[in-house]
């Protein structure tokens, strides 16, 4: 069973920036996509950023331009860098790890950390 931890939440004002980390560990890991999901109150979760283990990645539009998806295969790590930050991207952000574990394929997610934007 794998383990995932976000970090980098907080509070910014419009217009700033934040970086959120997330980070799995386990045995026998092999990942393959990673992405990062917002879900603001009284929304649905969505899909802001998407990276495949060859480093190929995509993003909604609503944060295309702003926010850019990385990821340390060595360290097991996404990274979500959030630059330009307005009001509507308060919300809780999550990260979603998909991969084997041995055979056994996984579709992790984090705990969620607070991101809000505010004056």
């Known amino acids: 069973q794998g383990h995932v931890v976000e970090s980098g939440g907080g509070l910014a004002q419009p217009g700033g920036s934040l970086r959120l980390s997330c980070a799995v560990s386990?045995?026998?890991?092999?990942?393959?996509?990673m992405g990062w999901y917002r879900q603001a109150p009284g929304k649905q979760r969505e899909l802001l950023a998407r990276?495949?283990?060859?480093?190929?990645?995509n993003y909604a539009d609503s944060v295309k331009g702003r926010f850019t998806i990385s990821r340390d295969n060595a360290k097991n790590t996404v990274y979500l860098q959030m630059n330009s930050l307005i009001l509507e991207d308060t919300a809780v952000y999550y990260c979603?790890?998909?991969?084997?574990?041995?055979?056994?394929?996984?579709?992790?997610w984090g705990q969620g950390t607070q991101v809000t934007v505010s004056l």
């Open positions: 979603n790890v998909q991969g084997r574990a041995g055979l056994l394929p996984f579709d992790y």
């Open positions: 386990g045995r026998f890991l092999s990942i393959n996509a």
């Open positions: 990276i495949t283990s060859g480093g190929s990645s």
